[in-house]
Every structure is written in C-alpha cells, then in structure tokens.
C-alpha cells in the first residue's frame, strides 16, 4: 500500500482513543497519523463511566490499571442502580449488572423465575437477588477477584475524562501519533468533495489522506463541511441539557453508577477516588436552566453554596451517514445517545474498531463504507431502544414529562415487539435472537430492565405455584452469590493498593 496520512480533528477522549488504536493496529504500516486539537477549546468530558468493553481497549494497549486508574482518578463499577423510576411496590430500584461467571449458576434461577411471575405465579422475580455484581456492589466492594477465585467477572470504570484524555495523548507519542495544537478556521476541499486538508488560524494547511472528526457535537468535517444530515432522536428522547455539580467524596466510595429519576429527567452520581460527579439530565420542554440546577441542588443539599455549576446542550441522535467522503465522524460529531447506560465511549470504541477492519479489509479504500455506515446505525438503533424502554415502561405519575414517557408510542417495531413479548408471557430470549439484537444488549439486560420495573401482573393476581414453578430456592442462590463475594475487597481497600505498591 501507499503511505497515507490520516488527519484526526479534535482530541479529546474520542480523538486520542481513536489515535492510539489506529497507532497501534497499524504500527507495521506506513500510515502516519496526526491529531489537531486548540488548547484554547474546552471539551465537554465531566466525571464518566465505561462498560466492561473499555477494559479491552485499556488491555489492548499495554495500560494496566496501576498506571491509569490513580492517574484518572478511576474508580471500579459493577453497573448501575437505577432509583425511583418505578412506583410499583417492592420495585422502587433495581440494578443493572455486569457479567460475570459465576451468573451461569444464578442466572437461570433469574429467567425461569420472571417468565412464570409473567404467568401471575408468585415467586421472587427482582433481579437484584440473582447476580454477583449487585451483591458487589450492595457491599461496596470492588470487582477484582482473589486469585483463588479463578472466574471471569466483568466491570466498568469511573473515572475523570479529562485526565483521560491527557493520558492517552501522552500514550499516543509513545506509538509516534503527531500532535499539531492549532485552531481550525476552514476547511480546503478537492473538487470532488472530498477534503483536501485543514486550515489553521495562521494560514497553515495540514494535509491527509483520511479525515477523522472527533470536533464534538458541531460536527465541523462532516456535518459542517460536507453536509451530511442529521437524525434527531426527539420524538421518544425528551432529554437535551445536563446541569453538572460536582461534592465531595465520602468515605466510603460506591462502586457503582446511580442513577435517580427526578422531576423532569435523572440525576447520575459517578464516584471518582477524589469527588463525586453529579448531573442532571432533563428535557429544556418540560424546564428551564434554573429550575433543573436548583433541583440538583436541593438533592445534593448544596442550595446555599457557592460550588459553581455547569450547563451542558446535549444533540441527542445520530448523522446519516457516520463515514462520508473521506471522512469518519468519531465521538459527539456522529451522534449522541444520552448517558443513561454509559455507552458513549461504547461506541467511540466500537466505530474506530468497525473503521479499522473495514479500512483495511478494502486494501485501504472506501470500499467498506456502506458496511461501516450500516453497522454504526444499526447500533445506535438498538441502543437507543434499549434506552426508549426505561422511559416507556416508568410508572411515574408526578410531572407531565414521566407521563408523556409512559404515553409516548413513537416505538421502533423492534421495540414493540420486545415489550409485546415481554408482557404476554413469551420467550423473551427468544424473540431477541429471532430480531437478531442480543448483540447489543444480551438478554439478561432486557430482563434486568423490564423485571426491574415491576412489568408483572399485580401482587393480588398473583398464585402458588407446584414445585415445577418453585424449582429454584432463593435462600440457595443467595448463599452461593454471599459465598462468592466473599472473594472480593473493600473497594476503596482496593483502589488503594494501588498507592501502596508505588511506594514499595
């Protein structure tokens, strides 16, 4: 192949994620990769979480968690909680849990105990009992395991993205990534639309052969430059501002992600090892700046303080075509599903990942972009279902935005049909393997979800059920699950082991 030069437009955590995993994939290739970014732009990045999936990335590259975490002042996570969503008795909160092995035993207690309470027998049907990560986390207790017990657990992280960032440029030198600090005025074009190169505030042009825009939600390459659409995702998310308030962190630090639903929207609390990141996410149409700030305010109890809080705009959907041209939008410029499920960096790795294999398998040519563009919207499809559900299923009735949620029947027919399984008694599992969507969220996700809420017929139609139905002993999984956790530290124990081996 011939020597290429690919252009990355923005830093930040998606333009320095993608930097080092083009870097790194193609070390042995004459591709020299180069990142523009103005120290004088400011990135959104506020306290963040990951899913399991950010481990491999970490892994991929050569960086343990000795050295990131303390640098970022990373926290682990087991999932998340998701708080007052429902108002079905027994059902106020549930927990979203990450995979782990021992969930083999667990689990199939979990699915055969749901499907017959949706038959209206009475059996233990919260998903809370049945997995590892939620007893881990009930205890704040981190997820790494003894070495004694040699199984599988999967985990997240929460940690301070702008240190991120900072670290991960420093990862990408290491790998030869050129860093140019410029600000971007224009943008040069061949004649057959495709971008020559970019322009700096002093004249200078940087040429390339591939364009990445990692520019944040003004999108400057692709939308901006070659006018590539946009797809809101409005009419079933209501969400488009975030108001951020950081505290301090207490003594003990919670190693999971919650998430509360308040008036007009939800409130996320990230605990990172040196605060708490706080953000409410609302919809600017059911209230204003100051009322959602003075509601998060009032929750974390900081009315009368003076502690500075930020507003963010959020464009929640996705462009319509995530790689035009020559040019590959990464990050907040191809699109935004709101922080719910943590998923941004989720898809950030998984674009760069799809552009990799799709470059390359084309021999470095554009010949793959309909697979790439078909594979990114797929996903953001199926993402955002998943997400549609937790606002469609609420049983809220305080304000009219929960109500207009519940009421709300702009759903996908792959989500329709999900939720019509679901309540009819049907094999759920089934049903996602027959859409061919347990890629995106498997079916434990789904069943976590809707059994968390409460999606069951009412406690006075509940049965007794014979043995068949009773198969599985709730004392018994619990004493497995309590056995197991018995493998695993105190979180904040953990997290600081990591300070005691610098100093041996």
Not at 36 to 57: A, C, L, M, N, W
Not at 452 to 473: D, F, R, V
């Amino acid at each position: 192949m011939k020597s290429q030069k690919i252009v990355i437009l923005g830093g930040g955590t998606a333009g320095w994620m993608a930097a080092n995993m083009m870097a790194k994939s193609w070390a042995d290739k004459a591709i020299e990769i180069t990142v523009v970014e103005s120290s004088s732009i400011g990135t959104i990045g506020v306290g963040e979480g990951s899913t399991p999936q950010f481990k491999g990335f970490m892994d991929y590259l050569g960086i343990s968690e000795a050295e990131w975490m303390p640098a970022c002042n990373a926290t682990y996570k087991n999932g998340i909680r998701f708080i007052g969503w429902s108002t079905k008795p027994g059902f106020s909160s549930y927990f979203h849990p990450f995979p782990a092995q021992p969930d083999d035993y667990s689990a199939p207690a979990f699915f055969h105990n749901s499907f017959v309470r949706r038959k209206a027998i009475d059996v233990e049907g919260h998903p809370d009992h049945f997995f590892l990560a939620t007893h881990l986390a009930d205890l704040n207790k981190s997820p790494i395991a003894a070495e004694s017990f040699p199984f599988e657990i999967n985990y997240g992280y929460h940690f301070d993205s702008a240190l991120l960032g900072q670290l991960l440029a420093r990862k990408a030198a290491e790998f030869n990534v050129k860093h140019i600090d410029a600000t971007i005025t224009d943008v040069r074009k061949h004649l057959d639309g495709d971008i020559a190169a970019l322009i700096t505030s002093d004249g200078t042009e940087i040429a390339g052969d591939i364009f990445i825009d990692c520019s944040g939600f003004k999108s400057l390459l692709l939308q901006h430059t070659l006018g590539v659409g946009f797809e809101s995702f409005e009419s079933n998310l209501f969400n488009d501002a975030a108001v951020v308030i950081p505290t301090k962190q207490l003594d003990t630090i919670r190693s999971e992600t919650q998430s509360v639903a308040r008036q007009f929207g939800w409130s996320w609390h990230i605990p990172l090892t040196n605060r708490i990141g706080n953000g409410y996410v609302y919809s600017q149409r059911y209230c204003n700046a100051d009322q959602a700030e003075t509601e998060l305010r009032a929750a974390l109890g900081l009315l009368d303080s003076d502690v500075e809080a930020r507003h963010i705009k959020m464009k929640v959907g996705q462009v319509k075509a995530h790689w035009s041209k020559n040019c590959i939008a990464i990050g907040l410029s191809q699109g935004f599903i709101e922080p719910l499920e943590a998923t941004a960096l989720h898809i950030v790795q998984e674009t760069v990942q799809s552009f990799i294999e799709c470059y390359q398998d084309a021999d470095f040519t554009d010949g793959n972009r309909d697979k790439h563009n078909r594979a990114l919207s797929e996903r953001y499809q199926a993402i955002r279902d998943y997400i549609v559900a937790h606002y469609r299923v609420n049983s809220r009735t305080d304000t009219n935005y929960w109500l207009d949620n519940a009421n709300n029947n702009n759903l996908s027919r792959s989500l329709y049909q999900i939720l019509q399984t679901w309540v009819s008694g049907n094999n759920l599992s089934d049903e996602l393997v027959r859409q061919n969507v347990e890629q995106y969220y498997p079916s434990v996700s789904w069943h976590c979800l809707l059994a968390g809420y409460g999606i069951y017929p009412e406690q006075a139609q509940l049965k007794s059920g014979n043995a068949l139905a009773n198969q599985h002993s709730i004392e018994k999984v619990n004493d497995f699950i309590r056995r197991c956790g018995l493998n695993f530290k105190d979180h904040r124990m953990e997290l600081e082991s990591f300070v005691a081996n610098v100093h041996k």
